[in-house]
C-alpha cells in the first residue's frame, strides 16, 4: 500500500485525523469534530515498542500500530482538526508520534455513511522501535514492567480496551492482552 504525505503547511483545509491508540482517550489538541470511525484491511497490533512515553530504551513498552490484514475492520476516533490551528496541530502529532510512526493517509469510514481521507501515524517493521508479534502473555509480562513518561504501559492497554468497549468495537487481539494483564496482576 503507498504511503501518501500532506504538506505541512498546505493541504490541511480537509484533514481528519484517525486516532486507534492512545489518541482515542488522550486527544491532546484541539478540534472541530470527532466522529467514530473505521479503516479497512488493518489490524491493531502491540507490535511498536514505546520508549519515549510508555516505557525506556532500557525497557521498551508495547503500544499499537497498524499490520495491513485484508478484510480486516479497525474501529475507532476520526478527528477534524481546527482549522485555524491545524498546521500546529499536524506539528504537535508528528512530535508525539516521532517514536517510529511515519504518517499514511487512509479512507475512514465514518459512522454518519460519509468516506473521508485520514491520517494515521503507522509504524512500520522498518523503523528502530518496532518489536514484533510476540503472544499475548509476552506482550503482557512486557507491558507490566514498562513505565514511561507518559505513565505505565498497563494504563494504556487498559485505556484502549474500555475505549473501544464504550463504542461496542470488539478488537480480539486488545481484549486478549488485557486478560492476560489481569491475569498476570491476579485482578
Not at 499514511?104 to 517493521?125: E, N, R
Request: include cysteine; charged fraction near 20%.
Amino acid at each position: 500500500m503507498a504511503k501518501t504525505s500532506i504538506n505541512k503547511t498546505t493541504d490541511i483545509d480537509d484533514i481528519w485525523v484517525f486516532g486507534y491508540g492512545s489518541l482515542i482517550w488522550r486527544a491532546d489538541f484541539e478540534y472541530a469534530e470527532v466522529q467514530p470511525g473505521y479503516i479497512k484491511h488493518f489490524s491493531r497490533r502491540f507490535w511498536q515498542g514505546s520508549t519515549d512515553h510508555r516505557g525506556t530504551p532500557q525497557s521498551p513498552g508495547r503500544v499499537v500500530t497498524l499490520i495491513e490484514q485484508p478484510d480486516a475492520i479497525c474501529w475507532r476516533t476520526a478527528y477534524r482538526p481546527d482549522h485555524e490551528r491545524a498546521a500546529q496541530t499536524l506539528q504537535h502529532l508528528d512530535h508525539r508520534e516521532k517514536g517510529g510512526y511515519d504518517r499514511q493517509t487512509l479512507p475512514v469510514y465514518l459512522k454518519s455513511g460519509v468516506t473521508i481521507q485520514g491520517l494515521t501515524y503507522h509504524a512500520t517493521k522498518d523503523n528502530e522501535h518496532y518489536l514484533g508479534e510476540a503472544s499475548a502473555t509476552q506482550i503482557a509480562e512486557q507491558v507490566i514492567n514498562s513505565l514511561g513518561p507518559s505513565g505505565n504501559n498497563i494504563e494504556y492497554v487498559l485505556n484502549l480496551e474500555q475505549a473501544l468497549s464504550q463504542i461496542n468495537a470488539t478488537d480480539e487481539h486488545v481484549t486478549d492482552v488485557a486478560k492476560e494483564i489481569r491475569a498476570l496482576l491476579g485482578s
